[in-house]
Structures are given as C-alpha cells and as structure tokens.
C-alpha cells in the first residue's frame, strides 16, 4: 500500500473555491475535482507544504491558512492501493493574485481550474476528494 501525506490549498474567490480537474488513469478514466495542493516533504510542516504548492502549481504567495483539519482517506488510484493522510487548510486568495486556467504539477502534469461554489460541486456530478470536503467547506463559509 502506498501511503501518503498531503496538504490541500482551499482558496476561497468570494463565495467560490479552486479545484482542479483530474483522471484516474487514462481515458476513458474517471474524472473528479480536488483543490490544488501535494505531498508534504519530510520534515516539512503541513502548512510550509501548503504555502510551498500554492506557489508552485499557482504561482500565489499564501502564507495566511487556516487549518480545516485532517482526514485520512484509503483508495485505489491508478491501479494502486493508496492511503493519504490529507491536512486541509483554506485562504483567502490575495488580492493581488492571479490565477490562470491551469496548474502545472512539479511532474510537469497540466490540470484544468475551476472556481465553483458550495452548491456547484454539490451538484456537478463529479466526486469530490478528499470525501466530506464541500461539508467541510460549508463550515468554513458559514464560519466567516
């Protein structure tokens, strides 16, 4: 079994959140909606992780996150059983950012962005990961 630890970057546009869209394979592959976000480097603190892929696959300086929490997810990705310890943290996107369409992973992978709202992912027909998360983002909506 793989294991993995990640750091997921919830950055919140007025009442919507970035996503990008993946595959689990090749086509025809299963496609589904995570936030931007990767795997924590030995020694690293989730957050220093968090704020590292912000700026890497998006190109924002986030330094401001807010801890959601941890959610430990076991799946089968790509032909390989996986379990990924995910450290969620959310921001504000600054002001003075901007985000283009897509992200480019430190793999050199490309994945299309998307802004949706709570309701939106909800209702896009696409899985959501980790498992729970909109929930978890309409706690965070209503908490500010």
């Given amino acids: 079994m793989k294991i993995r630890h990640k750091a997921l970057c919830?950055?919140?546009?007025?009442?919507?959140?970035?996503?990008?869209?993946r595959h689990d394979g090749e086509p025809p592959a299963t496609a589904f909606l995570i936030p931007p976000g990767g795997m924590?480097?030995?020694?690293?603190?989730?957050?220093?992780?968090?704020?590292r892929e912000a700026l890497e696959e998006l190109?924002?300086?986030?330094?401001?996150?807010?801890?959601?929490?941890v959610q430990?997810?076991?799946?089968?990705?790509?032909g390989e059983r996986c379990r990924e310890t995910v450290h969620i943290f959310a921001s504000a996107l600054p002001p003075d950012a901007c985000i283009g369409s897509h992200m480019r992973e430190s793999?050199?992978?490309?994945?299309?962005?998307?802004?949706?709202?709570?309701?939106?992912?909800?209702a896009c027909g696409l899985p959501v990961y980790p498992l729970g998360l909109p929930e978890v983002l309409n706690r965070y909506v209503a908490s500010h």
Wanted: charged share 30%.
């Fill in 59 to 69: 190109g924002c300086d986030i330094h401001a996150w807010e801890f959601l929490g």
């Fill in 40 to 51: 924590i480097e030995s020694g690293e603190e989730p957050g220093d992780a968090a704020t």
């Fill in 107 to 122: 793999n050199g992978d490309v994945h299309p962005l998307r802004w949706f709202t709570t309701d939106q992912l909800e």
């Fill in 10 to 21: 919830c950055i919140r546009r007025a009442d919507t959140f970035l996503f990008t869209v």
């Fill in 72 to 78: 430990v997810d076991e799946f089968i990705f790509r």
